[in-house]
C-alpha cells in the first residue's frame, strides 16, 4: 500500500470513528434511504437558505464505508451553494466510475480507489444519493 492509500484509509477511518454533522434535527425534512445488500440504513438532511447549504446533518448505521462518506459529503457540502454542491455530487459520482477526480472533492477523494470495486459503489454513494434528493426537494 502506498502512502496515499494509508492517508485515505486513516482519514475514512477518521470520519468513520468521529462522525462530523452526526444527528438529526427535528425540524428538517429528511430523506431516508436504505441499502439492502449491505444493510446500509441512512437519513439525511439538508437545511437550504437563499440558494446556500446552511447545514448538512445525517444519521443512520451501515458499513465503515457508507458511514464515513456521509460525514466527509456532510463536511464538503455544508457553505456551499446549491448549484456548486450538485457539481460536486456529480464529480463524485464519475470519480467512483473511474473518471480522474476533481481535486474539490478534498477529503472525498479518499473514495476514489472503491472505483476498483463495484460492489461498494452503492456504500459510498448512499449519502450522496441521499443529500442530492434532498437539496433538490428544499433548493
Ligand atoms: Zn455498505
Known amino acids: 500500500m502506498n502512502d496515499l492509500e494509508t492517508l485515505y484509509r486513516q482519514l475514512i477511518m477518521d470520519h468513520y470513528k468521529n462522525p462530523r454533522n452526526k444527528g438529526l434535527k427535528e425540524e428538517y425534512e429528511t ?18 437558505e437563499n440558494g446556500v447549504i446552511k447545514d448538512v446533518r445525517h444519521d443512520g ?33 464519475k470519480m467512483l466510475k473511474g473518471e480522474e477526480p476533481n481535486e474539490d472533492l478534498e477529503d472525498a477523494l479518499a473514495y476514489q480507489g472503491v472505483a476498483k470495486f463495484p460492489a461498494r459503489y452503492k456504500c459510498a454513494t448512499i449519502a450522496w444519493n441521499a443529500i442530492e434528493e ?3 426537494k428544499n433548493k
Open 61 to 93: 448505521h451501515g458499513c465503515s464505508i457508507s458511514m464515513s462518506s456521509a460525514s466527509v459529503m456532510s463536511q464538503l457540502l455544508k457553505g456551499k451553494t446549491v448549484e456548486e454542491a450538485l457539481g460536486l455530487i456529480q464529480d463524485y459520482y
Open 31 to 48: 430523506v431516508h434511504i436504505k441499502n439492502p445488500s449491505c444493510g446500509d440504513d441512512i437519513s439525511v438532511q439538508a437545511y437550504v
Open 134 to 136: 434532498a437539496i433538490n
